[in-house]
């Protein structure tokens, strides 16, 4: 079969991954699920990956086949499996999990102490076939296209994740501002509006973007360029600021906003990556509030993040790509020319 690999790191995404022919996955375990990938989404964790930026906190074997956010159909399981069959279509959690460390016995998928995670760990779905196992395959309703909702697999739950946490300290008529209205966060605006009655402000350099939170609940759009942020949400709000940031850029720039935007007791839900936080304990003590990171959201989110792609309170905006554009899809994520998600099709 044919597979987009990495065989060593490299920050020139026009040439990170070869695609090459390897050998089809075959169930070797009682649990195990063979799909055929319909749609791989593409992430910028994915660039990162690739840049190496991964290597300090897990281990790599490479050459390794990127791709952690799957769906497709199945067609072939183990002796053991009982919730799909071939034929089935479903979405894959990119973490395959234990079951019996201490973190998934209480439901903590991320935090499992032996898990594997598809082209993070193990090979992932850039490629035509995928081995996953039962406990992280989620069966998909009638009619929804499996290249449609493959980001979901990791894009989708990780805004889910960090939406459900803040709308869990959401009271109607609070303020949370979303920062960045990419891959990410454009599901996390259209969830925190599913989810809450709070006012949404979108944060993003792109007028394409804005147009977009606009149309997806947004009440108000900043372009962080031209408008001063803080000035803008100390209006917005009457001086209280944000009970909730959701940041979906992680710069240095976004994290800095925290002690000017967000409210006594507030948060600052960090999502993207690759920047750092530099404020002064006296800020958060002074302001008493909190940066929280947010990593792949658990099996059961992913469930409840299809029921509401079910109901139509999340769509999903993707461009579709050929196995054999890959890297040029990654030079595209890194010059900030994808609106939305881009996906894979094997």
């Not at 999990?97 to 102490?113: A, D, H, I, K, L």
Request: one cysteine or more.
């Amino acid at each position: 079969m044919r597979a987009a690999r990495l065989h060593e790191y490299t920050e020139d995404m026009a040439n990170g991954l070869t695609v090459e022919e390897v050998d089809r996955p075959e169930v070797s375990a009682g649990d195990d699920v063979v799909v055929e990938v319909e749609g791989a989404g593409w992430c910028q964790t994915d660039n990162h990956i690739i840049e190496g930026m991964w290597t300090d906190y897990v281990d790599q074997d490479l050459p390794l086949t990127l791709g952690h956010e799957n769906a497709g159909t199945v067609v072939e399981v183990g002796e053991d499996v009982r919730t799909v069959e071939p034929g089935d279509q479903v979405i894959c959690h990119p973490v395959q999990t234990c079951g019996v460390c201490r973190p998934c016995r209480e439901g903590e998928t991320m935090y499992c102490e032996n898990q594997s995670f598809n082209g993070l760990t193990v090979d992932g779905g850039f490629a035509e076939y995928l081995q996953t196992g039962e406990r992280s395959v989620v069966p998909l309703p009638d009619g929804v296209d499996p290249a449609d909702i493959a980001p979901h697999a990791d894009a989708g739950i990780t805004a889910y994740h960090a939406a459900k946490r803040a709308v869990a300290d959401l009271n109607p008529g609070d303020t949370a501002v979303v920062v960045g209205v990419g891959g990410l966060g454009h599901i996390g605006l259209q969830c925190l509006d599913a989810m809450s009655a709070a006012d949404i402000v979108a944060v993003d350099l792109k007028e394409s973007a804005r147009d977009l939170a606009e149309d997806l609940g947004a009440h108000l759009t900043v372009d962080p360029e031209r408008e001063d942020v803080p000035a803008v949400v100390d209006d917005f709000t009457d001086g209280s600021g944000a009970e909730q940031v959701l940041d979906f850029v992680g710069a240095d720039e976004t994290t800095a906003l925290a002690p000017d935007i967000v409210t006594a007791g507030g948060d600052h839900q960090i999502v993207g990556y690759g920047g750092h936080i530099h404020e002064p304990s006296q800020a958060l003590v002074n302001g008493e509030f909190a940066y929280q990171g947010n990593i792949v959201g658990q099996y059961t989110e992913l469930q409840e993040l299809v029921a509401l792609v079910e109901r139509d309170e999340v769509d999903l905006h993707t461009s579709r790509y050929d196995l054999g554009e890959i890297n040029t899809v990654a030079e595209k994520l890194e010059h900030g020319e994808i609106d939305g998600r881009a996906v894979i099709t094997p």
